[in-house]
């Protein structure tokens, strides 16, 4: 059954003046939020603080394995936390075997137990969820748990897991569906693979992991799995890390290969077939050769893919409401206020068409948007220099240009880059690798030597990286950073 | 059947009776012990305590209501108190849905519409 909701103590809005098209003069809401992720939450958050009546709707379509999560997104349930996570796990069981040189005794052999990871990152994770939940109510955030879809220009149809139909009008809408991992379109993908949706509540451990995918989800999930003493293989198409500073992105590779990764390179898998069902059963690959015929198959209990990314803005009726998107990569364009091409209606996060997918710009983007759109605020989401961290095993922060855009917009001979390989004091006594740490800045040499772009490969990279991005945007150059003395011992001296 | 409730003191006792249960949804107020007049020394449960009771008839069939008392106030305070350790809670009063990671603490459980969000949504 459908219902429309019309609330009649609602204050009366303008009327719009909209060529012929009548217009309702009062909204249920002064907002609807699409989408419980990082940037939607803020920006709902953010809007009640100015009073204004706003609803968040949130629905997680279940994978073709059947896994599904609570309000939060992408980052709080399938994404940066539970990758943080195991990361740390991963990070933890190098520690043990390091300790031994520092003196620690222990006689069992260490192994792992993924089970009991999982059960403490998802309960985490459900705290989170709750989190969530509580301070939408406390701020008097309408939730619900339902798929919205544009039926009108200012009406959004919400279905639940029932099956159960409501509308709701809104004079403003927030669209941050956020996306979902791409499957490959063979024979096999959608029943036996697994994306980074289904890993972190994994309730069996994978095992012998093939990784298709070259990207940081890719290479960070290949990293702890290995790290957590499983075998992996990451199948690679062509580069690793596209869009990041190549020279960085093969450095992680071969660390990663030295620490028992293995890599397939320059081959997609064609096909999966099952051999045999459990939890994990095994699975055989056929891949072929990107650079001639070449077949080759492998046994593996488990296929991750993690091959990209794709917004979820084809089933939620914007055709409806003329909101233009790229037909064929599904982003949304907008202007520098996030506003798509109809004015009403917004967008922010991850399926925005040129901008950054990460939390925190999701976030700044939509507590923006709101202080403009409701606290006659005026400022706008900068996204220059945004600092990044892909979380390998080798950790990679980077702030700015990466060698080869910097060489493109500037040319080479405008530029300097400075680098140094560094061996972290914590590494020297367990006789870790003393060549792999590295260090470089790219340096704009007509601008003062404005240091434009950062990049460190070694531990704790997020943590050195976050207060580089800040001198950077105060317009750091070589010279400052000279006179800046450093911490000593400390990786960030370098 | 509807809900019932089982009032416990001490966490030994709060363990065997949730046990008990297993099975079946338990949701658990802890609160500071109470004197000979029937007050506890901790000014928000006694705040809290009337809220929450007012809420319980939202409590979904088949659950089971557990008001825990805690101990006296220098029990509460050791860091080391088997509730803060096992049940990791960090403050009385405390409302939690047990076996999840849903809980009220403090100020929140002031709050009907969370108390109510609680006991009545998943």
């Known amino acids: ?494 | 059947m509807g809900w019932e409730e089982m009032q416990v003191r001490g966490y030994p006792e709060f363990v065997r009776t949730a046990q008990s249960y297993h099975g079946r949804p338990i949701f658990a107020l802890f609160c500071g012990d109470k004197d000979a007049e029937g007050r506890s020394w901790c000014p928000d449960c006694v705040t809290a305590e009337p809220i929450v009771r007012k809420e319980l008839h939202n409590l979904p069939d088949e659950s089971v209501f557990i008001y825990c008392l805690v101990g006296d106030r220098a029990y509460w305070k050791d860091p080391n108190n088997e509730f803060r350790r096992n049940l990791k809670l960090t403050g009385v009063p405390t409302l939690l849905k047990y076996g999840t990671p849903q809980k009220l603490v403090e100020e929140e459980c002031f709050k009907a519409e969370l108390v109510r969000m609680l006991f009545t949504e998943d």
Not at chain 1, 159 to 187: C, M, S, V
Not at chain 1, 222 to 229: D, M, P, R, V
């Open chain 1, 1 to 494: 059954s459908v219902q429309a909701h019309k609330e009649e103590d609602n204050p009366q809005k303008t009327m719009e003046v909209n060529g012929l098209t009548p217009v309702p003069d009062s909204y249920d809401y002064d907002l609807i939020v699409i989408g419980g992720g990082s940037g939607g939450l803020a920006a709902a958050k953010e809007a009640a603080k100015y009073g204004k009546k706003v609803m968040v709707l949130d629905f997680v379509t279940p994978t073709p394995q059947g896994s599904s999560w609570g309000l939060g997104g992408t980052c709080v349930n399938v994404g940066c936390i539970p990758k943080k996570l195991m990361h740390q796990a991963a990070l933890l069981g190098q520690a043990l075997q390091d300790s031994r040189k520092f003196g620690w005794q222990f006689t069992e052999e260490v192994e792992h137990n993924w089970m009991t990871m999982t059960e403490s990152v998802q309960n985490y994770i459900g705290s989170l969820n709750w989190g969530y939940r509580v301070a939408l109510r406390d701020t008097k955030v309408t939730y619900e748990n339902a798929y919205g879809e544009f039926v009108g220009p200012h009406t959004i149809k919400a279905t639940n897991k029932k099956g159960i139909e409501k509308l709701y009008t809104a004079e403003r809408f927030i669209i941050a569906t956020g996306e979902r991992p791409r499957y490959l379109g063979i024979p096999g993908d959608k029943e036996y693979c697994i994306s980074s949706d289904d890993l972190f509540s994994l309730p069996y451990c994978p095992g012998k992991t093939l990784v298709v995918g070259a990207s940081y989800v890719a290479l960070e999930c290949a990293g702890f799995l290995a790290g957590l003493g499983l075998d992996v293989t990451v199948m690679v198409r062509s580069i690793l890390l596209r869009g990041f500073d190549q020279d960085m992105a093969n450095k992680i590779g071969e660390y990663m290969k030295e620490h028992g990764v293995n890599f397939i390179r320059e081959f997609v898998p064609i096909k999966v077939e099952q051999v045999e069902e459990g939890t994990p059963g095994i699975l055989k690959v056929t891949a072929k050769s990107t650079t001639g015929g070449q077949m080759i198959e492998g046994e593996y209990n488990t296929v991750l893919l993690a091959i990209g990314r794709d917004p979820c803005t084809r089933k939620i009726g914007l055709d409806k409401v003329g909101v233009n998107i790229n037909e064929k990569t599904g982003k949304i364009p907008v202007n520098d206020e996030e506003q798509t091409n109809v004015p009403h209606i917004y967008a922010v996060g991850d399926i925005l068409q040129g901008k950054l997918e990460l939390t925190p710009v999701a976030i700044q983007a939509g507590r923006l948007l709101v202080r403009r759109l409701y606290a006659g605020e005026t400022t706008k989401c900068d996204y220059v220099n945004v600092p990044t961290t892909v979380f390998t095993p080798l950790e990679y922060g980077a702030c700015g240009y990466s060698e080869e855009t910097a060489v493109e917009k500037f040319g080479e001979e405008n530029i300097e880059v400075y680098h140094s390989h560094f061996w972290p004091l914590e590494w020297t006594v367990p006789s870790r690798d003393n060549n792999k740490c590295y260090a470089k800045i790219i340096c704009n040499i007509q601008d003062n030597e404005r240091v434009i772009g950062f990049h460190v490969l070694g531990p704790n990279a997020g943590e050195v990286t976050q207060g580089f991005a800040a001198a950077i945007k105060c317009g750091l150059t070589k010279e400052q950073l000279d006179s800046t003395i450093g911490i000593h011992p400390v990786c960030a001296e370098v």
